[in-house]
Each structure stands twice: as C-alpha cells, then as structure tokens.
C-alpha cells in the first residue's frame, strides 16, 4: 500500500468529504465496504453545512487522509476537555479492509495528544452495529456503559428504517496515557 498523507480540512475540501462519508455509510455504494448503515438508515449522514461547521469550529480539526492524491478516509477531532471527541470517520468503501482505517486512527490518536494533551478519544457508535463496535475493540475503545438516544425526527442524521436505535459510547485512552 502506498504511504498515507495526512492534513487538516479547509473549506475548499467540504464537498469531497461529504461524498466521502455518504460512500462509505449510506446506499448502494456504501454496500462495496463493511462500515455500511444502509439498512438501519436512509437518506444523508452528513451535508455541506455540518461539515463546513467541524472545519470552522475552534478546537476542532477534520483530518484527511490521501494515498495517491486521492481521499481515502477523513476523521473528525474535538477537545472536550481531557478527552477528544472521535467522529465522522470514513474510508472509501473501495478502500476498506486495507489498514486506512487502523492508521487514521492511529494518527488521529496523535494527533489528539499532540494538540490538546489528550488521554483518552471517546466516540459514539449505533448500538446495533455489532461488528463495527468489535473492530473498535479490538483497537482498544471500551464501552463506558453510557448509552445515548438516537436523534429520531431529525432527518440530518438519517431516516431510521427501525424504531430500536440507540448511541453507545466508547473511549479508549490516548497512546500518551497507555
């Protein structure tokens, strides 16, 4: 595999990294990969306005990864205090199971110390997605036992296709603190 670049986002980069995102969660496309929630939830994961607002915010970054010139995966950071909030990560779906995913996360790890002094990345994950929730573990993220409501009536995070769906949270702590 090529080597991986990475750099921060900037508002010339929102529309490729939402047709990122939308490729690797949500229809047909999305089936290429294993990340896919197409059967849980229709319609858009994400748009314009709420990536253009990671970018912008203070005390965030989305973080780009490139092999070849090409977007392969992105990451989402914010300081929440000692812990980094982890999101918005995706890997082309054509790309998956190929260790983009492992090292973004790796670098977003580093990242998290490097800025903030973080010890710990704390993400959120559909309770249902079982084998996602094991990748995650086996990459050290805990369930910390707090669940969190699904946002139902809020089209921004999809069309539920069921009436059960729920957030659990995981965290793991940074590589500064293990």
Same mark, same amino acid.
């Given at each position: 595999?090529?080597?991986?670049?990475?750099?921060? *986002?900037?508002? $010339?980069?929102?529309?490729?990294?939402?047709?990122? =995102?939308?490729?690797?969660?949500?229809? /047909?496309? @999305?089936?290429?990969?294993?990340?896919?929630? !197409?059967?849980?939830?229709?319609?858009?994961?994400?748009?314009? /306005?709420?990536? !253009?607002?990671? &970018?912008?915010?203070?005390? @965030? &970054?989305?973080?780009? *990864?490139?092999?070849?010139?090409?977007? &392969?995966? #992105? #990451?989402?950071?914010?300081?929440?205090?000692?812990?980094?909030?982890?999101?918005?990560?995706?890997? @082309?779906?054509? *790309?998956?199971?190929?260790?983009?995913?492992?090292?973004?996360?790796?670098?977003?790890?580093?990242? *998290? &110390?490097?800025?903030?002094? @973080?010890?710990?990345?704390?993400?959120? =994950?559909?309770?249902?997605?079982? $084998?996602?929730?094991?990748?995650?573990?086996?990459?050290?993220?805990?369930?910390?036992?707090?669940?969190?409501?699904?946002?139902?009536?809020?089209?921004?995070?999809?069309?539920?296709?069921? $009436?059960?769906?729920?957030?659990?949270?995981?965290?793991?702590?940074?590589?500064?603190?293990?």
């Amino acid at each position: 595999m090529t080597d991986l670049t990475f750099r921060d *986002a900037t508002a $010339d980069d929102v529309a490729s990294v939402v047709d990122l =995102v939308e490729s690797a969660y949500r229809g /047909e496309s @999305s089936r290429t990969g294993w990340t896919t929630e !197409a059967d849980l939830l229709q319609g858009r994961r994400t748009d314009a /306005e709420g990536i !253009a607002a990671v &970018v912008a915010a203070p005390d @965030s &970054v989305l973080l780009l *990864a490139h092999r070849d010139g090409d977007l &392969v995966g #992105c #990451c989402e950071l914010r300081r929440t205090g000692p812990v980094a909030y982890f999101g918005t990560f995706a890997v @082309s779906p054509l *790309a998956q199971g190929g260790g983009i995913g492992r090292t973004l996360l790796t670098r977003a790890d580093a990242e *998290a &110390v490097a800025r903030w002094g @973080s010890d710990a990345l704390e993400m959120t =994950v559909i309770a249902q997605r079982a $084998d996602l929730i094991a990748w995650y573990e086996r990459l050290g993220f805990r369930g910390t036992g707090e669940r969190r409501p699904f946002p139902y009536g809020d089209d921004r995070f999809g069309i539920p296709q069921r $009436d059960d769906l729920e957030f659990v949270v995981l965290r793991r702590p940074t590589a500064g603190t293990r």
